[in-house]
RNA sequence: GGAGAGGUGUCCGAGUGGCUUAAGGAGCACGCCUGGAAAGCGUGUGUACGUCAAAAGCGUACCGAGGGUUCGAAUCCCUCUCUCUCCGCCA
């Protein structure tokens, strides 16, 4: 959510970088208007409130005064020109109520302001090629399959029982499979505690606060399975609790930067999405993520939003997997983010990108939600920036690994994941 | 799930309708003192909004959250929420 200071003071601004994202000129001028002329009665009724507030406020001591004197007949006039002016007040702060809240349903349904790096664009068609495949892409033979052939070959995920047991898109992993997918999650937060973040676990489900606080409410009400009887949500990406540590937090200046990792089961409705395009691993209602975030001075953001990319970067090398990176176009970035890099992974078999991680900077949009501020030198309140990032989501990594690996003589794992499971090849 | 007790500033803690501009203490910051430090002494110490070009200043709101009673609420009433104790259930 963007602050109405900097609205005010960045009309231009906005109208210029939120036609990246496909709004029409007219709408967001429109909209500001209206945004601004609520604020200027908000600050209008405001004054006019406090100040027969205050006039009240003088009163009651009087009359508490004149009670003790025994003046009795002043007090009750005071008393009564209390009420007349409490009756205005009271019409003042009910306006008041629905300014704030027409202004708040504008400003929560106002998007993040686009980087000016990113490209004007309407799909993921559109988006910039940041960094091309540095490796050639894997050449398979010719009855090379798909994960989802290759899972049920060797007995390493079984969709049927997903089924059985919860629904489509719940993927249960066994055996090797299993063991896997519980390698990929040791090697991921490794390489995080090794680049400094310290290690969550966070809770998997979440209040109205916290989801309102990272910007899924409203923006993605729909995507997260909701438990209504506890007023709870299930968590599409553990960005959600680990952010919401530092919701209504104020820093200093020298705890910069915060760095957080966590693992978490991550939970998806993903509501109209069927077909080819989803089938196996590709698109599940529940994955498994390692999650990096950072919180950091808007100084440093950038710089910031480079290392993670640098450290994402390192994972898929070490994975042996072909990838590359993309800079997201202003049709295809997430209400909340500035800037975004989307890393895919190429799958040989489904000869195909998928989409592996999404590294962002929010810039000052989460905090100011979630009330995340720090001190700066002259002791003044800031907003800080907030970034997160997919190091790695999984699903979709074990399709790529599965598929890009095989061989006659079964699948090779990468040596780099030996380690962590146990057998260098899966038949 | 049932019964009871609680939630006050950065922390501890007083405060049961107006002498509260939230006492007192601790912490922190600055100053004095000191060769230096500790102790001691003094001063200051939140957030949001409004006003102002800005700062200072001033005003308003905030004592878990939201309502209500009253000229006046941290204090009384209602609803919700969280914590603690006991009981129940339980990996």
Same mark, same amino acid.
């Given at each position: 959510?963007?602050?109405?200071?900097?609205?005010?003071?960045?009309?231009?601004?906005?109208?210029? =970088?939120?036609?990246?994202?496909?709004?029409?000129?007219?709408?967001?001028?429109?909209?500001?208007?209206?945004?601004? *002329?609520?604020?200027?009665?908000? =600050?209008? &009724?405001?004054?006019?409130?406090?100040?027969?507030?205050?006039?009240?406020?003088?009163?009651?001591?009087?009359?508490?005064?004149?009670?003790?004197? +025994? &003046?009795?007949?002043?007090?009750?006039?005071?008393?009564?020109?209390?009420?007349?002016?409490?009756?205005?007040?009271?019409?003042?702060? /009910?306006?008041?109520?629905?300014?704030?809240?027409?202004?708040?349903?504008? $400003? $929560?349904?106002?998007?993040?302001?686009?980087?000016?790096?990113?490209?004007?664009?309407?799909?993921?068609?559109?988006? @910039?090629?940041?960094?091309?495949?540095?490796?050639?892409?894997?050449?398979?033979?010719?009855?090379?399959?798909?994960?989802?052939?290759?899972?049920?070959?060797?007995?390493?995920?079984?969709? @049927?029982?997903?089924?059985?047991?919860?629904?489509?898109?719940?993927? $249960?992993?066994?055996?090797?499979?299993?063991?896997?997918?519980?390698?990929?999650?040791?090697?991921?937060?490794?390489? *995080?505690?090794?680049?400094?973040?310290?290690?969550? %676990?966070?809770?998997? #489900?979440?209040?109205?606060?916290?989801?309102?606080?990272?910007?899924?409410?409203?923006?993605? @009400?729909?995507?997260?399975?909701?438990?209504?009887?506890?007023?709870?949500?299930?968590?599409?990406?553990?960005?959600?609790?680990?952010?919401?540590?530092?919701?209504?937090?104020?820093?200093?200046?020298?705890?910069?930067?915060?760095?957080?990792? +966590?693992?978490?089961?991550?939970?998806?409705?993903? *509501?109209?999405?069927?077909?080819?395009?989803?089938?196996?691993? &590709?698109?599940?209602?529940?994955?498994?993520?390692?999650?990096? %975030?950072?919180?950091?001075?808007?100084?440093?953001?950038?710089?910031?939003?480079?290392?993670?990319?640098?450290?994402?970067?390192?994972? #898929?090398?070490?994975?042996?997997?072909?990838?590359?990176?993309?800079?997201?176009?202003?049709?295809?970035?997430?209400?909340?983010?500035?800037?975004?890099?989307?890393? /895919?992974?190429?799958?040989?078999?489904?000869?195909?990108?998928?989409? %592996?991680?999404?590294?962002?900077?929010?810039?000052?949009?989460?905090? &100011?939600?979630?009330?995340?501020?720090? =001190?700066?030198?002259?002791?003044?309140?800031?907003?800080?920036?907030?970034?997160?990032?997919?190091?790695?989501?999984?699903?979709?990594?074990?399709?790529? $690994?599965?598929?890009?690996?095989?061989?006659? @003589?079964?699948?090779?794992?990468?040596?780099?994941?030996?380690?962590?499971?146990?057998?260098?090849?899966?038949?």
């Amino acid at each position: 959510m963007l602050t109405i200071k900097f609205i005010r003071e960045n009309q231009d601004l906005l109208v210029e =970088r939120l036609q990246v994202r496909n709004l029409k000129a007219e709408e967001i001028i429109d909209m500001l208007t209206n945004l601004i *002329a609520l604020d200027d009665e908000r =600050r209008e &009724n405001q004054t006019q409130s406090d100040q027969i507030l205050s006039e009240n406020n003088k009163a009651a001591k009087l009359i508490g005064q004149l009670y003790k004197e +025994g &003046n009795r007949d002043e007090a009750e006039t005071l008393k009564d020109q209390v009420a007349e002016r409490k009756e205005k007040t009271n019409a003042l702060q /009910e306006r008041q109520q629905t300014v704030k809240l027409e202004m708040e349903k504008i $400003l $929560l349904n106002l998007p993040n302001i686009p980087h000016p790096s990113v490209p004007k664009g309407n799909t993921d068609e559109d988006n @910039e090629l940041f960094k091309p495949c540095a490796t050639p892409l894997p050449i398979l033979p010719d009855n090379a399959v798909p994960h989802w052939d290759l899972v049920q070959k060797y007995n390493l995920i079984d969709f @049927e029982l997903g089924v059985k047991i919860t629904g489509a898109g719940f993927p $249960l992993f066994r055996g090797k499979g299993a063991r896997l997918e519980r390698a990929l999650i040791n090697m991921f937060l490794d390489e *995080a505690a090794d680049a400094g973040f310290e290690e969550i %676990v966070p809770p998997l #489900l979440v209040n109205e606060a916290s989801a309102r606080g990272t910007g899924q409410l409203p923006d993605k @009400e729909g995507q997260m399975y909701y438990m209504e009887k506890d007023d709870l949500y299930l968590i599409p990406t553990a960005e959600v609790p680990i952010t919401n540590i530092y919701r209504d937090v104020i820093l200093d200046e020298k705890d910069f930067p915060i760095k957080l990792t +966590g693992y978490t089961p991550c939970f998806r409705r993903e *509501a109209g999405a069927h077909g080819k395009e989803v089938r196996g691993l &590709n698109r599940v209602h529940q994955f498994d993520k390692v999650e990096i %975030v950072q919180i950091e001075h808007p100084d440093k953001s950038y710089d910031t939003l480079m290392e993670m990319i640098s450290h994402v970067e390192g994972l #898929l090398q070490k994975l042996e997997l072909p990838y590359r990176i993309l800079r997201l176009c202003g049709g295809d970035l997430g209400f909340t983010s500035a800037l975004t890099f989307d890393f /895919e992974v190429y799958s040989a078999a489904q000869k195909r990108w998928l989409e %592996v991680s999404s590294v962002s900077n929010f810039e000052t949009f989460q905090s &100011n939600r979630l009330k995340l501020r720090y =001190r700066d030198d002259n002791k003044k309140m800031q907003l800080a920036h907030t970034l997160n990032g997919s190091a790695l989501a999984l699903a979709r990594i074990v399709a790529a $690994l599965l598929e890009n690996n095989q061989t006659g @003589e079964g699948i090779k794992i990468p040596e780099a994941l030996q380690k962590y499971t146990g057998f260098a090849v899966i038949n």
